[in-house]
């Protein structure tokens, strides 16, 4: 018994490593986990409040369609309910897409260091990957363009980039969108643009306007704090949502997290803090850089990839002794962590720990 032939030497995804494991494996008692971007401020009291109410409705059936939710979006964002779709998570919206726009043969392009799951759910549908390495850590959207072919069906672009944490601008991604053809679609994941300052970031959701092929991507995993719930949604052209929509499992987001992203998107307090806290993370984390001597690239999102200038998975493994948990192992960049901003303590307990890994593991 054989499964497709593309996916026999597709890896199972490694999330960041479990705190519970870290302190059962190596007996600890205090454990930080900076290794998957997660809110450090939790979400929301008034999803906590919608969630508990909703609770007792737990043995009928979510709204397959997100009515509520879609409305409230919309209402938002001042687009049509027409142009929404909701995932488990915005992993489902990527996992729909490329199923349902990608056939063997197709061919994809995405960077080369970015999000892995597009390339691993383009691999799922035999689709031919292109990848276009990152110029500085960004996103090359010339050379991107530079790869379309007649062949090519879907663009990635990860805005802020993953694991980089670099933006592309207005600037450049409108002339990108000018310049590539309509049967080309672009998919723009903004799953951390909520965080991003820089005045020359514009979310895509104001350029739908101008086109069809554009979808944008959204979650309610990272500055809204909701990620064990799995939700995320899509905002497009009514048709490339009803693609979508066609392959959709009818009961992909559930009853409670429905209901708790309802009720996030009212607490824009609980947003503005923790973007502010957010920045200050970074701003915090940056000036420890630069007095350790050590680069890092322009951070955009909840998450700063700096170059130890040690092999990333030895600088990992003094770290998780220590009790924290990072990312590391990227193949183009051997020598960078990733790590999450935490609260001012936890970023602080970071630092004490790096500044000692780095004397104990040298260069
Ligand atoms: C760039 C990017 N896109 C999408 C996701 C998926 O998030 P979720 O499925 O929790 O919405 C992540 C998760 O880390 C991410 O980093």
Not at 33 to 55: C, D, R, T, W
Not at 111 to 126: R, V, W
Not at 241 to 256: A, G, H, S
Request: overall charge negative; proline content about 5%; aromatic content about 8%.
């Amino acid at each position: 018994m054989l499964p497709k032939t593309n996916i026999i030497h597709l890896p199972v995804y490694q999330p960041g490593k479990p705190v519970e494991d870290v302190k059962r494996e190596l007996g600890l008692s205090e454990v930080i986990k900076l290794a998957s971007n997660e809110n450090p401020y939790g979400f929301s009291n008034n999803a906590k409040s919608a969630m508990i109410e909703e609770m007792s409705n737990c043995n009928i059936y979510p709204d397959g369609a997100s009515v509520e939710l879609t409305a409230a979006i919309a209402d938002k964002l001042n687009v049509s309910t027409d142009a929404l779709i909701f995932g488990t998570g915005s992993s489902d919206i990527i996992l729909m897409t490329a199923r349902a726009f990608l056939v063997p043969g197709d061919e994809t392009i995405m960077a080369d260091e970015t999000f892995s799951q597009y390339k691993h759910n383009a691999e799922i549908e035999n689709a031919t990957i292109v990848e276009v390495p990152l110029k500085d850590g960004k996103h090359d959207l010339p050379a991107m363009l530079s790869k379309v072919s007649d062949k090519t069906k879907i663009v990635w672009i990860c805005n802020p980039n993953n694991p980089t944490g670099t933006i592309v601008t207005h600037h450049e991604l409108s002339s990108f969108m000018k310049s590539v053809p309509a049967h080309v679609l672009v998919v723009l994941d903004e799953a951390y643009g909520e965080f991003v300052y820089d005045a020359d970031y514009s979310d895509g959701v104001s350029m739908l306007k101008d086109y069809t092929n554009l979808l944008v991507l959204r979650t309610f995993s990272k500055i809204y704090g909701l990620a064990a719930l799995r939700i995320g949604y899509g905002i497009g052209h009514p048709d490339v949502v009803r693609f979508i929509n066609q392959v959709r499992e009818p009961f992909n987001t559930t009853r409670l997290a429905q209901t708790a992203a309802k009720a996030s998107l009212a607490d824009d307090a609980f947003i503005t803090y923790c973007r502010e806290k957010n920045v200050e993370g970074i701003r915090y984390l940056s000036e420890q850089f630069d007095r350790l001597g050590l680069t890092y690239f322009p951070a955009n999102g909840n998450f700063v990839m700096v170059d130890v200038k040690r092999p990333s998975p030895e600088i990992f493994q003094a770290l998780l002794h220590r009790g924290i948990i990072i990312r590391s192992r990227w193949t183009h960049y051997p020598n960078h962590i990733r790590v999450s901003i935490g609260t001012l303590e936890q970023n602080k307990q970071f630092i004490v720990a790096l500044e000692q890994v780095l004397q104990e593991v040298t260069v």
